[in-house]
């Protein structure tokens, strides 16, 4: 098994493109998901955040303010780097824990596990530490254009607002540089199905996952020997 990062830009259609590798079966790990996870109520990353933001962030039911977090951060760099040393650190050993299950449940069931897990990590170009853990990265790119009218279209912001808050992330035209696989969703959904399901098909076909498996078994196989061994040397 091998991991495969998926990223993009705000509202250049990863949700699109996640929704057709969960319809196919991957097993997908969501950093979004889990961020919202590792700072619910009680949390060490919750309790952390309320020492640095107060408590003008909560909602009433103890939960954060996503929203009213995001304000401050997006226009206060320093602030948003506080955070990100709160919640990635939580983010990523949730994120381990997942893999090593998906791991795991591949090696148990050999001829239906899974060959590969996509980790949809957004900032996963900007946090390049994390590209090192990928066999794989792709990246789901639309136009500058294009990205800019479904920015304001899906958020009811002006052209000046939706261009800052393109402009406050990495360009989608630099992420393209760093990318291994690049899907073009500027297009319809069907141009982008087709996409996904042809890097699919390149995934499962990869002999990555066939090396793994023979590496794994090669270790389990010593491994199994060594056991045998330690057995012989304590029962003689």
């Given at each position: 098994m091998f991991l495969v990062g998926l990223s993009g830009g705000i509202a250049s259609g990863k949700s699109t493109v996640v929704a057709v590798l969960r319809e196919l079966g991957c097993a997908v790990i969501d950093a979004d998901v889990i961020a919202r996870q590792v700072v619910q109520p009680h949390s060490k990353a919750h309790q952390q955040i309320l020492q640095h933001f107060g408590t003008e962030i909560l909602l009433e039911n103890g939960?954060?303010?996503?929203?009213?977090?995001?304000?401050?951060?997006?226009?206060q760099p320093e602030k948003r780097r506080l955070l990100n040393s709160i919640t990635h650190p939580e983010i990523l050993k949730e994120m381990l824990k997942q893999v090593l299950k998906y791991f795991v449940l591949g090696n148990v069931a050999i001829s239906t596990g899974y060959r590969y897990v996509i980790l949809d990590i957004p900032l996963l170009f900007e946090t390049r530490g994390l590209t090192r853990l990928m066999k794989y990265t792709v990246l789901v790119y639309c136009d500058p254009p294009t990205q800019l009218l479904r920015l304001m279209k899906r958020s009811g912001l002006s052209a000046a607002e939706a261009e800052a808050r393109i402009s406050s992330q990495l360009p989608l035209?630099?992420?393209?540089k760093w990318a291994t696989h690049v899907i073009d969703n500027s297009g319809d959904r069907d141009s982008t199905r087709r996409q996904v399901l042809r890097l699919h098909t390149r995934l499962e076909d990869s002999l990555d996952f066939l090396w793994a498996r023979l590496a794994l078994g090669t270790a389990l196989a010593g491994f199994g020997g060594?056991?045998?061994?330690?057995?012989?040397h304590f029962i003689s």
């Open positions: 939960e954060i303010n996503r929203e009213a977090l995001g304000n401050i951060i997006f226009s035209d630099e992420k393209r060594l056991v045998f061994l330690l057995i012989r």
